[in-house]
């Protein structure tokens, strides 16, 4: 389930999703750290690994 305004940190930065809970980032390839949390929701830490051009956040929070 999208998480509207869910504050969203990847390594030292910070981004807020919109109104329908999407975050757009460009990142490098390697190892990144991210945490999402909104108030009453559990948070959500993964390490992800991009090596190509797009990894979609969609597949951090489990859902199409």
Same mark, same amino acid.
């Given at each position: 389930?999208?998480?509207?305004?869910?504050?969203?940190?990847?390594?030292?930065?910070?981004?807020?999703?919109?109104?329908?809970?999407?975050?757009?980032?460009?990142?490098?390839?390697?190892?990144?750290?991210?945490t999402?949390q909104?108030?009453?929701?559990?948070?959500?830490?993964?390490?992800?690994?991009?090596?190509?051009?797009?990894? =979609?956040?969609?597949?951090? =929070?489990?859902?199409?």
């Amino acid at each position: 389930v999208p998480i509207p305004n869910a504050d969203v940190n990847i390594d030292i930065k910070h981004y807020t999703a919109d109104k329908n809970g999407k975050v757009e980032v460009t990142l490098t390839r390697g190892t990144h750290d991210v945490t999402i949390q909104s108030p009453g929701y559990n948070s959500i830490k993964k390490v992800i690994t991009v090596r190509g051009r797009i990894y =979609l956040m969609k597949n951090i =929070l489990g859902y199409s």
